[in-house]
């Protein structure tokens, strides 16, 4: 049997073809991901109604403890003068981790897409090169490539690059490879499932091996690791690394 | 349908997703953490106030309790005053009863030595008239004459007068 692992479906494009940009397309990747920001943005109005001063929900205490630790995460790593980035760091977790979690509802989640991490890593990685700038003037950051010695440059430049691309692949990767075991565990179980009731003679045997009985029980276990684990692994390293890497360069260079 | 290759990186995509993320950053400020953090402004202001509050109570509870300690002392001093005073006027009364019991039992024994100084005359007056109506009934058994009241008198006052003397 043939398994077929592609990329997100793809709903509607333009047949205009623009010079850089291609064809403007509304994927799977979208609208998952819209639907992901329906999701916060409707957890962070349900969370913050009727808010009080005394006596509070414990509706309102978790949202006060999300963003008690927000500012921990943010302020604590980065420093008080980051305070500003709290939203943003906010959002990248949150959407990463939802995005992360939504492939448990069947959804293919649009992190599995490598376009979502390539536009976050990006953007992290400007805030990186402006902060450095910032830090030392745009001389003393061009200068910074020719450290320690000259011939050094190219590979400054590389390992400078390096940064939002292992950035994205790490978290694409994960999740990738999530969906991938997953569409092999579900194909491997469908034809074991179809082996063991195809035992049974007839027409009987056919219609029960059709049934993917075998699909309950062992993808949820499995899903414990690779959506689970992995999700939420993958959303705080790329908030961690993002809040480091922009702490870092604010900090001059001797 | 359509689907993009497994690993491929789409610029609309790209585009929308930077979008995404910008987007989302300002709806979780706006409706998470501007609301979350005026409350948590607002308690913590409260918080102040109370303590503001509370100080100030201590502060006057402090001065309460040093009007308070102050009144004890005046109090007290007071206290010792009046013991001091009701002491002094104990002895001094006590002093008093003393002397007057003393100036009286100097009156009873002035009066008592009078009284037996009075007896003591009448005694010895009585004693005179006895000894002189019994020297007459001598005198007169011895000259066995009557001789006159006046005279008699006379003469046993002289006799009288001499044993006085002689005693």
């Known amino acids: 049997m043939n398994i077929d692992i592609t990329g997100a479906r793809i709903f509607w494009e333009t047949p205009i073809k ?18 992901v920001m329906l999701i916060i943005t409707g957890l962070c ?28 995460f943010v302020v604590g790593n980065m420093g008080e003068k980051f305070r500003y980035m709290i939203p943003f760091v906010s959002a990248l977790f949150a959407t990463s981790l939802v995005s992360n979690l939504i492939s448990l509802v069947g959804l293919r989640s649009p992190t599995a897409d490598l376009s979502t991490e390539a536009a976050w890593a990006v953007v992290v990685f400007i805030m990186i090169t402006g902060q450095k700038i910032k830090a030392n003037g745009v001389g003393g950051y061009l200068k910074g490539f020719t450290t320690p010695i000259v011939i050094m440059t190219p590979f ?14 790490r978290h694409f990767g994960n999740i990738l490879s999530g969906v991938v075991i997953n569409a092999l565990i579900y194909a491997a179980l469908a034809v074991a499932n179809r082996a063991l009731f195809g035992l049974i003679p007839g027409a009987v045997g056919k219609f029960l091996g059709a049934v993917p009985f075998l699909d309950v029980g062992l993808p949820a276990i499995l899903s414990v690791y690779f959506d689970w684990f992995t999700g939420v692994m993958q959303a705080f390293i790329f908030c961690m690394l993002t809040v480091m890497y922009i702490a870092n360069a604010a900090q001059p260079d001797e | 349908m359509k689907v993009q290759d497994l690993v491929t990186l789409v610029p609309w995509t790209f585009v929308a997703q930077i979008l995404n993320l910008f987007l989302q950053a300002f ?11 005026e409350v948590l402004n607002k308690r913590r202001e409260a918080a102040d106030a109370q303590i503001r509050e ?32 009701a002491q002094k006027t104990a002895s001094d009364q006590s002093d008093e009863i003393l002397a007057k019991a003393g100036e009286e039992a100097r009156a009873i024994r002035a009066k008592a030595q009078a009284d037996i100084e009075q007896e003591r005359k ?27 009241p006046e005279d008699h008198r006379k003469l046993i006052e002289e006799f009288i007068e001499n044993v006085g003397e002689a005693s």
Do not use: H
């Open chain 2, 122 to 148: 009448n005694a010895v007056s009585e004693m005179k008239n006895e000894i002189s109506s019994v020297a007459m009934d001598i005198a007169g058994k011895v000259i066995e004459r009557e001789i006159s």
């Open chain 1, 45 to 72: 109005i349900f969370l913050t109604r009727d808010l009080k001063v005394e006596n509070i929900s414990k509706r309102q205490a978790l949202a006060e403890m999300i963003v008690e630790t927000a500012d921990n």
């Open chain 1, 156 to 169: 400054n430049i590389l390992s400078e690059l390096a940064t939002p691309i292992s950035m994205a692949c």
């Open chain 1, 18 to 35: 623009l010079p850089v940009l291609g064809r403007l397309c509304i994927s799977e990747t979208l609208v998952v991901s819209w639907l």
């Open chain 2, 27 to 37: 709806l979780i400020k706006k409706f998470l953490f501007k609301p979350i953090n």
């Open chain 2, 54 to 85: 509370a100080q100030t109570a201590r502060q006057e509870a402090d001065a309460i309790k040093s009007e308070y300690e102050q009144n004890m002392a005046a109090a007290r001093e007071q206290a010792n005053e009046i013991v001091a005073r």
